[in-house]
């Protein structure tokens, strides 16, 4: 028996998720509910709380009225859940900015989609949806810089397609297609409503304006496309209350070449037992499905139920049997239970039956007497000395006392933030459990419960919790929570300024009202016009620390500034602005040169130091300097001095001209002799490692030094470089240098160094080889040396379980069947000059699996049976299973088969097939994931 889940709760739940997938569809408002609410009878804005037993609740609507308005949802913007696909896009630009929430452009030119650089007739922008969504309008708003660069303009025309069920794109049934005009740089909304179409991708054409030379076309560009209406995520899957809770998991043997039998009859288990036997029906099995070695899976049904058997294609029937899977059944108390008539056997070969005969012993009625208790039953199999059990568990029977269920209602969606910008309205829905229901009470937040008598206005802001809960006549209460985000106040912003001769200085403090969604962001606009929409000003910008705005000579300068919050609010612009001032009169100042100068017989070169003035502003060569820049010996330099933006000098001059030349001094030294230091040699005194002489204190300044190495006495041809890498003729031999100090209008001097150690041999860096290739009779494996520092001659020699392979001397080796399943190793001996010869040894290599990529077969649905098939592997090798729910292992599913539960729904489901075999690498494969509807 497979996949049985009987954890406490599992039936109760099952009857909770049937009235979540009839009541409660699209609303995702049932956060609490009482176990096991059964839909009998529906309650909308009830009357007064003291409603006498069983009156009013079913007459006041029509049966199913209120499941039915539940099954409405509420239309919203689906392109946040979109994926965005352009024709073009340029690097500064993001597609992604069509579906980020705001058609504002915080991010300046990333929160916009354009197509400059590409100047051709049509571009398009597209949304897809992994699920169907069914729409009805449309918003789009399109951005221009007509008042700057004029590179980019509105669309001369545009439309939308959406792709049908054969996957061509198809016009939208509309009349006519806005495009909004004005000054602004982003114009919109541009709205559209259409007739209703169901599709997964809908595409944006935007015609481009015409422009001629030497670009045919205008660029086009847009903030934000909305895209309203319902769906795109993925539909619930409705669960059979009646279904059985488990299935029997069928296999059977066979030899290749004979269709086998399958059973005429299957157990299944109902939800509160006794297991019982039904007809089943089977596919035809396929000739060539046994005409090899292998599994082959087959699908019947018994009646709504699906079922699937595993063919096993086997060589030899008589294959002893290995193990025998245990089983499980269900009863309530003074009902006897019923164990399966046969149990799952697995042979030697890899193979099962699941219509392996068994005997159960008797069973005492005091062992399932009492409900919430288990037993086992134990029970022989013929030629299997091992006994085995049948689990018995006895529950308490489904019984019709629940309490009501409770959903919690909202009239509207929230904005794409996920917050109510405007105060909502809830309403409670009651399904009856097993009495009639007599109150129903709501509370706001923390407040008092209060009774319900029709929709409740929800004025608290912040995260508000909205919970509601009715008691019926056996004063049973089902309760339920919605957790609501309301924000209905935008930010406010504070502005202040300090004004300067030239410019002004704004610090900005933006507050959000508490409790409220918080602030988003602060943005900040300014240039020569009032409408802060105007793309002649400099694009908003998002505040992080005060800024400075340069003051006009000649205009009025407007500062446009608000703030946004994470509910979506954005308040009114608030505008200041700076009136034009009048230059101010200032006097530059000369800069000042410090000449060349000789340091140690040395040219030292000059600086000039630029002084700070206020309004003054210096360039060399058109770039503007500060503070001390250098001058080289023998230059000039010219330096101006022009007024900054809002000064000016007096009189009509405004340029003021300052020349500036630095001498060369003669700094020739006078002759003196060479002072020795000392002479010291660094390194090891091994081959191949590199010894340095140092000389230090050797004088005077700019003294050239000159080197000679020795070898025992003799000097080293060519060997007058300041350090010297160890040859092999060095080895035995002891070295030392000798400096020689030189210089114009010196006397040479020169000194020997200290002699080193004697040389020795060095030693090799060899790394561990390894093993490559396909280790399988036949193929041929190479000795991976990996990399010898330095580089050594190399020989090889291999082994098998340690012993040396005959004639095996060179970097590779075929394999052949007296190899088979012996670990393999192979031995690197390398050899240079001046090096000492070192030998290693790889890891050893086993003999791999052949083994494939299983895959899982079945409906991923809740209720029904996956299949694992295997695949192909080396002959003889047994093979197990382990079945995982995104990633982590289900206990005791370790079968072939599994049974998919309702705690799996939404989750992946693999399997993990392992496959051993005595001399080769145990190996195993983990199959796709499949997603559990």
């Not at 204190?697 to 350090?723: D, E, F, I, M, N």
Request: aromatic fraction near 6%; proline fraction near 8%.
């Amino acid at each position: 028996m497979s996949a049985v889940d009987l954890r406490p709760g599992v039936r109760l739940s099952r009857l909770v998720a049937a009235v979540a997938a009839v009541a409660l569809v699209g609303t995702g408002a049932l956060v609490g509910t009482s176990a096991g609410a059964a839909p009998r009878s529906v309650a909308l804005e009830r009357g007064p709380a003291a409603v006498p037993a069983g009156a009013a609740l079913t007459a006041a609507v029509p049966a199913g009225a209120a499941l039915t308005a539940a099954d409405e949802t509420v239309a919203s913007n689906v392109a946040l859940i979109a994926a965005p696909t352009v024709s073009f896009v340029p690097g500064w630009n993001r597609a992604s900015a069509l579906n980020d929430g705001t058609e504002l452009t915080p991010d300046g030119h990333g929160s916009v989609w354009g197509t400059y650089s590409d100047f051709v007739a049509q571009h398009w922008a597209q949304y897809d949806w992994e699920w169907p969504v069914t729409v009805d309008r449309s918003a789009v708003w399109f951005w221009n810089d007509v008042a700057s660069a004029g590179n980019v303009q509105n669309p001369a025309a545009w439309h939308l397609e959406y792709r049908d069920a054969s996957g061509q794109f198809q016009p939208v049934s509309t009349t006519t297609y806005p495009i909004a005009t004005g000054a602004g740089a982003i114009l919109g909304p541009n709205e559209v409503t259409f007739t209703p179409v169901t599709t997964t991708a809908l595409r944006l054409v935007l015609d481009a304006e015409v422009r001629g030379d030497p670009d045919p076309y205008y660029a086009v560009a847009s903030t934000e496309w909305q895209v309203w209406g319902t769906g795109g995520t993925e539909p619930e899957v409705p669960v059979d209350p009646n279904a059985p809770i488990a299935v029997e998991d069928v296999a059977v043997r066979t030899l290749v070449g004979q269709v086998p039998t399958l059973p005429d009859e299957v157990w299944v288990l109902p939800e509160n037992g006794p297991l019982a036997y039904v007809d089943a029906t089977w596919d035809p099995v396929p000739a060539d499905a046994v005409d090899e070695l292998g599994t082959a899976l087959v699908e019947g049904a018994a009646g709504d139920t699906e079922l699937a058997a595993t063919v096993h294609v086997v060589a030899d029937l008589a294959s002893p049997v290995e193990e025998v899977d245990h089983t499980t059944t269900v009863t309530t108390p003074g009902v006897a239970p019923v164990c399966a008539r046969t149990v799952t056997a697995w042979h030697a070969d890899g193979s099962a039956a699941s219509t392996t005969p068994v005997t159960w012993d008797a069973i005492d009625p005091a062992d399932y007497a009492d409900a919430e208790s288990l037993f086992a039953v134990e029970g022989a199999v013929s030629g299997f000395a091992p006994r085995v059990e049948c689990t018995v568990w006895v529950v308490a029977p489904a019984s019709d006392d629940e309490g009501p269920g409770v959903a919690v209602d909202v009239d509207s969606a929230p904005a794409s933030s996920g917050w109510y910008t405007a105060s909502p309205q809830v309403s409670v829905r009651v399904v009856e459990g097993g009495a009639p229901v007599e109150s129903v009470e709501v509370r706001i937040g923390s407040g008092d419960w209060q009774p319900y008598t029709e929709p409740v206005t929800v004025e608290a802001e912040g995260t508000v919790a909205v919970a509601a809960r009715a008691t019926d006549s056996e004063d049973r209460t089902g309760e339920a929570t919605r957790t609501l985000k309301v924000d209905t106040r935008a930010p406010v912003t504070e502005v202040a300024h300090a004004l300067g001769a030239t410019s002004a200085t704004f610090t900005l403090t933006p507050t959000d009202p508490e409790p409220g969604s918080g602030l988003a962001r602060t943005l900040f606009s300014y240039g020569p016009s009032a409408d802060p929409e105007s793309s002649e000003n400099v694009m908003w910008a998002t505040y992080e620390e005060p800024f400075g705005v340069s003051l006009d000579q000649d205009a009025t300068v407007y500062v446009h500034v608000r703030s946004q919050d994470l509910a979506g609010h954005q308040e009114q612009t608030r505008t200041t602005e700076l009136a034009p001032v009048a230059p101010v009169v200032v006097t530059p100042v000369a800069p000042v040169l410090t000449a060349p100068r000789c340091v140690e017989g040395e040219v030292v070169d000059g600086s000039i130091a630029v002084p700070s003035v206020p309004g003054v502003v210096y360039t060399v060569d058109g770039q503007t300097v500060s503070g001390a820049i250098p001058i080289a010996a023998g230059a000039t330099v010219r330096v101006e001095a022009r007024p900054a933006t809002g000064y000016a000098f007096a009189g009509e001059a405004q340029v003021v001209e300052y020349l500036l030349t630095a001498t060369t001094p003669d700094c020739t030294p006078d002759p003196r002799e060479v002072e020795p230091g000392t002479v010291t040699v660094a390194g090891q005194a091994r081959v191949d490692q590199r010894l340095t002489a140092t000389a230090a204190g050797w004088g005077p300044p700019g003294v050239r030094l000159s080197y000679q190495w020795y070898a025992s006495g003799k000097a080293v041809a060519g060997a007058t470089a300041r350090t010297l890498v160890v040859a092999p003729a060095h080895v035995g031999k002891r070295l030392a240098v000798r400096v020689t100090g030189s210089g114009d209008g010196l006397l040479s001097r020169s000194l020997l160094s200290g002699q080193t150690a004697v040389v020795v041999k060095a030693t090799f860096v060899a790394p561990r080889p390894t093993i490559a290739g396909t280790v399988a009779v036949g193929k041929t494996v190479t000795a991976r040396t990996g990399t010898w520092k330095p580089a050594a001659t190399l020989t090889y020699r291999w082994y098998a379980d340690g012993k040396p392979i005959s004639g095996a001397t060179k970097s590779t080796l075929r394999l052949s069947k007296a190899l088979a399943g012996k670990k393999l190793t192979v031995r690197v001996t390398g050899s240079r000059p001046g090096y000492v010869t070192a030998s290693v040894v790889s890891p050893a290599r086993t003999w791999r699996l052949q083994s494939s990529t299983p895959r899982i077969t079945g409906t991923p649905a809740v209720g029904r049976t996956l299949r694992a098939l295997p695949g192909t592997w080396t002959a003889g090798t047994r093979l197990t299973y382990q079945w995982k729910v995104d990633g982590v292992a289900i206990k005791g599913a370790t079968g072939q088969s599994y049974k998919v539960r309702a705690a799996d729904r939404g989750d992946r489901i693999t399997v993990s097939v392992t496959g051993t075999k005595k001399g080769y690498t145990t190996a195993t494969r983990a199959s796709p994931g499949v997603r559990i509807r």
